[in-house]
T-cell receptor, first 108, second 114 residues
Framework: RKEVEQDPGPFNVPEGATVAFNCTYS??????FFWYRQDCRKEPKLLMS???SGNEDGRFTAQLNRASQYISLLIRDSKLSDSATYLC?????????FGKGTMLLVSP | GAGVSQSPSNKVTEKGKDVELRCDPI?????LYWYRQSLGQGLEFLIY????????KSGLPSDRFSAERTGGSVSTLTIQRTQQEDSAVYLC????????????FGSGTQLSVL
């Protein structure tokens, strides 16, 4: 089983839609979780950390479910500029481990 | 500097040649990571430096790959006798403290081995 698994997508949604991504992780000892955003041919950039109690940053909400070992990202009122690949990141056996990402395409 | 700086931004080399990739992390960041990303693939961990501790080299794919970090700052990733499968974007990241902290990435070096 891969350490971090994500649905590659793409998720095609219209502007204004709400979209959610899930990510599962295999290392039950993971303590740190993040969502990164990567635009085409660009480096990943931190979108938000994921806390046990869940956290919200504007239109973005992240949740952690330790029992089922998954984290989620919810994007409300999607904008064209949200089109990107979203990478799930967990602290792994030796370092931070990145999922392969979920592609989001927001259309007018 | 304001961010993580990597050079060169692009490198084209012939199979069998050696290449050196440079990373200048954010000032004051003690942790430095190298990842690589092949087209359409996820990030593959290569090596991790933290302060003066021995680096975690568990991700290096072969003994052709090596890295060093001088003075706890600038890092160089060296690939000897490059192969076509080494073609990828090599990303460097730094973070303020230990593992588990958020990473700040450079814009990467696109390596093409012909």
């Amino acid at each position: 089983r891969k350490e971090v698994e994500q649905d590659p997508g793409p998720f095609n949604v219209p502007e204004g839609a709400t979209v959610a991504f899930n990510c599962t992780y295999s290392n039950s000892a993971s303590q740190s979780f993040f969502w990164y955003r990567q635009d085409c041919r660009k480096e990943p950039k931190l979108l938000m950390s994921v806390y046990s109690s869940g956290n919200e940053d504007g239109r973005f909400t992240a949740q952690l479910n330790r029992a089922s070992q998954y984290i989620s990202l919810l994007i409300r009122d999607s904008k064209l500029s949200d089109s990107a690949t979203y990478l799930c990141v967990c602290s792994g056996y030796s370092t931070l481990t990145f999922g392969k990402g979920t592609m989001l395409l927001v259309s007018p | 500097g304001a961010g993580v700086s990597q050079s060169p931004s692009n490198k084209v080399t012939e199979k069998g040649k050696d290449v050196e990739l440079r990373c200048d992390p954010i000032s004051g960041h003690t942790a430095l990571y190298w990842y690589r990303q092949s087209l359409g693939q996820g990030l593959e961990f290569l090596i991790y430096f933290q302060g003066n501790s021995a680096p975690d080299k568990s991700g290096l794919p072969s003994d052709r790959f090596s890295a060093e970090r001088t003075g706890g700052s600038v890092s160089t990733l060296t690939i000897q006798r490059t192969q076509q499968e080494d073609s990828a974007v090599y990303l460097c990241a730094s973070s303020p403290r230990d593992r588990g902290e958020k990473l700040f990435f450079g814009s990467g070096t696109q390596l093409s081995v012909l």
